[in-house]
């Protein structure tokens, strides 16, 4: 996750690992039951620091996460939920930048978003995600994430996420709440266009003729397609694009 991504030249020089987990906040927030734990760079998008129990939730090790930075994330989040995380972003940003600098310092931004493991199996991940520290400019730079698997009692597909900050006396103050769910538009306008011609029953050819594609970019649109959905084959996709009123 990348909350308003600060400018390298922006950011107030290198951080030492060894600050960073002497944080007050990281120790107070360190769990250490079902939980893993991240430490990241919001300029660079590396991470500083991964917890060893990055392993037992995703089958990755510590070496693997660090080497692959915030895109090694990106890559293995459902891709239905990266198109939610997205939009969810646009307002946490905006959301953000109507808060002091003290509040964002106490704020903590939640959502759940489906993992691929190193099995292959996707894995429900509770995101907690809080401001460890700012750029010059206001803007998150360090970022702590912990991480909880929650696959057993996550029932749907609907992202939940909110924004909350910490207020002395009242404690966590909601910001931004909100749900996404599952019908949410996972295609682009391209692709809804080919899947509506094919629950026709129309071939490749005449849905290339038809929109003036080539053939073989008809093909890459359903294999894409097919990618976004996790859809078994074309009947199952038509279906699934039925059941959720893309079509």
Not at 74 to 102: C, F, M, Q, S, W
Not at 172 to 195: A, H, K, W, Y
């Amino acid at each position: 996750m990348n909350l308003t991504r600060c400018d390298p030249k922006d950011t107030p020089g290198d951080v030492s690992l060894k600050t960073i987990l002497e944080n007050p906040l990281f120790n107070r927030l360190q769990v250490f039951s079902n939980q893993s734990i991240r430490v990241l760079d919001n300029a660079r998008l590396k991470y500083l620091y991964v917890s060893e129990s990055i392993y037992e939730m995703t089958g990755y090790t510590r070496e693997e996460v660090e080497a692959g930075g915030l895109w090694f994330t990106y890559k293995r989040i459902h891709p239905v939920d990266l198109l939610k995380l997205g939009r969810v972003l646009l307002k946490v940003r905006k959301a953000l930048n109507e808060l002091t600098n003290e509040e964002k310092l106490s704020s903590r931004f939640t959502f759940d978003i489906r993992f691929k493991c190193k099995d292959s199996k996707y894995r429900c991940i509770l995101q907690n995600v809080h401001v460890l520290s700012l750029s010059p400019t206001g803007k998150p730079h360090i970022l702590l994430f912990t991480s909880s698997d929650i696959s057993f009692y996550k029932r749907g597909e609907a992202m939940n996420y909110s924004l909350d900050t910490h207020k002395k006396g009242k404690g966590f103050v909601n910001v931004l709440e909100g749900s996404l769910r599952s019908e949410t538009q996972p295609l682009s306008d391209r692709e809804v266009e080919i899947l509506k011609l094919t629950s026709e029953g129309l071939s490749e050819r005449e849905i290339s003729d038809i929109l003036f594609l080539s053939k073989e970019t008809v093909k890459t649109h359903r294999r894409n397609m097919l990618q976004k959905t996790e859809a078994k084959n074309s009947v199952d996709l038509v279906r699934m694009g039925i059941a959720n009123g893309w079509i």
